[in-house]
């Protein structure tokens, strides 16, 4: 498979090897640690394979507990704590070389008609996704053509990303700028039909941006950095159906960083503005 999207779809297809045990592969990367949001999406994965089709997903509340190691399997078990009328409760425990790196409780909702709907605009216009250029065409476009780590990573990239507002290139730049982000994202491919694909494949990308919030006021997205960082926990909501294979916009701020953590909360929306889901990570931050 040459197809980015194609792969991602791959690796979320769990193998299962007991009654409520699967089995993940985790791909070998040139990073220190497995991507978070491959776990998370994998782990949903598990927990959806275990419930009804007919009750899609509406929270994940999940801890990063240890870093995964890249190239070596992930296992992933099943506790079923509660199988209601209206609800389902799974808790995933995700184990590699006998040691838990991640957990993750999700609830599934049998939909349902509510007395009332309201949700709140986004927070600002931005331009049109195709009027924008990809995080590739702007590091081309300043560097006069792309490190040849960034476009191996570019190639295997399953997300189409583009930010609203423009890269900053330096310290001066990002002096002053608001701890705020926006990007449009959607699958460099199709994803095929199955909810449950699109809603862990949304999972596996609501990890990618979101902590970039809270590195705008301090250091360039692009470059080298000043901080490590690493994901300390991830909660999302997931309100309406959608598809990851079409555009959405990730709408991003971080209200604080102290004490070596930061906080970023996300809201995804479609293209006509309507709230698809709500996403809250706290990242830990320590200088290098």
């Not at 605009?121 to 931005?126: D, I, Q, S, Y």
């Not at 701890?179 to 095929?192: C, E, K, T």
């Amino acid at each position: 498979m040459t197809n980015p999207a194609e792969r991602l779809v791959d690796l979320l297809d769990l193998e299962q090897i007991e009654v409520d045990i699967f089995r993940g592969r985790s791909p070998h990367e040139s990073l220190q640690r497995v991507f978070g949001g491959q776990v998370a999406g994998q782990a949903l994965v598990a927990a959806g394979r275990t419930t009804e089709g007919d009750r899609p997903v509406h929270s994940l509340h999940a801890y990063f507990l240890r870093p995964g190691r890249p190239g070596v399997p992930i296992v992933y078990q099943v506790e079923r704590v509660r199988d209601g009328r209206s609800f389902t409760t799974r808790r995933v425990t995700a184990v590699q070389q006998g040691r838990t790196i991640f957990n993750l409780t999700a609830s599934f909702h049998r939909p349902e008609e509510g007395p009332f709907e309201h949700q709140l605009p986004p927070a600002r216009e931005v331009p049109d996704p195709e009027s924008l250029p990809t995080v590739a065409d702007e590091v081309r476009e300043h560097l006069g053509a792309l490190p040849e780590q960034f476009e191996r990573m570019a190639r295997r990239q399953p997300f189409d990303i583009r930010y609203a507002d423009r890269l900053r290139w330096s310290p001066e730049e990002v002096k002053g700028a608001e701890p705020r982000s926006a990007v449009w994202m959607r699958a460099v491919g199709p994803l095929g039909d199955d909810p449950l694909v699109h809603t862990c494949a949304l999972t596996y990308a609501s990890d990618m941006t979101l902590l970039d919030a809270v590195r705008i006021p301090v250091e360039p997205l692009w470059g080298p950095r000043n901080f490590d960082m690493a994901s300390l926990d991830h909660a999302m909501w997931f309100h309406r159906p959608f598809r990851a294979d079409e555009w959405f916009l990730y709408d991003q701020e971080s209200p604080i960083a102290t004490g070596g953590r930061g906080l970023a909360r996300g809201r995804i929306y479609d293209v006509e503005g309507r709230l698809l889901v709500s996403v809250v990570q706290e990242g830990l931050f320590r200088a290098l």
